[in-house]
């Protein structure tokens, strides 16, 4: 059979939560403990301020439960971060606009063409119509692996070879205006020819979408894109945190997928991300399969990564 989804972020994680548990197993809470804590946080790309956070937030657990015990610090631990994670635990509504209009960007290899894979089949499941749309016109397997997902969930897609990513987008809004669909799903390069810059390309993107959304007949629709989702690879750790805040900083973002963390060492990264940019988590990459996409809780990942 195959394993939980929990058991595979657990394994993934394993790496994280074995140096973590170390730290638990002496006799006394003294600074030793505390400093080898901060030690194994910072490994796991937690991030200085958010490891500063966590540490501060635990002492006073600790302090005021009036435990001596070190293997109850790791459940005050669990507590900490769960508390510093929760404002990432946000669903994806969709429903309120025909189509709700999501554009995903992400750089390449994060994930990105997988993760539209599964969140198709995700919606497609919660009976929702989707529309998919190859605006990363200049990479054809992008466009060919993106074929794949759509038939392998009876979607339609909306696809150019070569064409101006703009312009597809611009077409798909339409188009999932005019055949009545829940959702346009809306896929973007992740890296350019040289010369063109990327976050520019975006940004036009996402200028097309907006303007698509005003035109005539389009009221109704909201302001699309209602959603601006960026790929990362959790296993990238800090190198993730940086991309989230370039890609903020330029399409301000409405939220996140982090993916591959069946396998990484640098789990703590979501804590950085916490601390730095909270935008909502809506799904986690737990695997290579179409079904390996997992809603996420700030409980069950805290548990997860320190147990
Ligand atoms: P893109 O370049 O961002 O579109 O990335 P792809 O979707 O092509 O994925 C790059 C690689 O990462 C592929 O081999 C995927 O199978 C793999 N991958 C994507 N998501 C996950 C995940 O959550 N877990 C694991 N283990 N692999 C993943």
Redesign the pocket.
């Known amino acids: 059979p195959r394993m939980g989804w929990m058991d595979r972020l657990r394994g993934g994680l394993r790496k994280t939560s074995a140096s973590i548990a170390t730290v638990f197993t002496g006799t006394r809470i003294d600074e030793a403990l505390y400093e080898e804590l901060e030690e194994a946080l910072l490994m796991a790309d937690t991030g200085v301020k958010a490891t500063e956070r966590l540490l501060t937030d635990l002492k006073r657990r600790v302090k005021d439960t009036r435990t001596t015990d070190p293997a109850a610090v790791k459940g005050l631990l669990v507590d900490a971060l769960t508390e510093l994670l929760r404002p990432l635990e946000k669903p994806l509504v969709i429903g309120e606009f025909t189509p709700t209009v999501i554009m995903v960007a992400?750089?390449?290899?994060?994930?990105?063409?997988?993760?539209i894979g599964k969140l198709t089949r995700h919606l497609a499941q919660a009976g929702a119509s989707v529309l998919l749309a190859a605006a990363d016109t200049f990479r054809a397997a992008?466009r060919e692996?993106l074929g794949v997902w759509a038939d392998r969930n009876t979607v339609e897609i909306i696809s150019q070879e070569g064409g101006d990513p703009a312009a597809v987008s611009y077409d798909a809004v339409t188009a999932g205006r005019a055949r009545r669909k829940d959702v346009v799903l809306i896929d973007t390069a992740?890296r350019l020819p040289t010369q063109l810059h990327l976050m520019e390309e975006l940004r036009k993107i996402k200028r097309t979408i907006v303007k698509a959304g005003n035109a005539p007949g389009a009221a109704g629709m909201g302001q699309p894109p209602h959603e601006v989702l960026l790929?990362i690879?959790g296993n990238t750790g800090q190198n993730a945190l940086a991309q989230v805040r370039a890609f903020d900083d330029a399409l301000q973002l409405t939220g996140l997928i982090v993916?591959?963390?069946?396998?990484t060492a640098k789990g703590g990264v979501l804590a950085a991300i916490a601390q730095e940019r909270p935008l909502p988590v809506y799904f986690?990459?737990?695997?290579?399969k179409l079904e390996?996409l997992e809603t996420f809780s700030a409980r069950e990942f805290a548990l997860a990564l320190l147990t």
């Open positions: 992400g750089v390449n290899g994060a994930g990105k063409t997988t993760s992008a692996q992740g790929v690879d993916t591959k963390l069946d396998g986690i990459g737990v695997g290579e390996d």
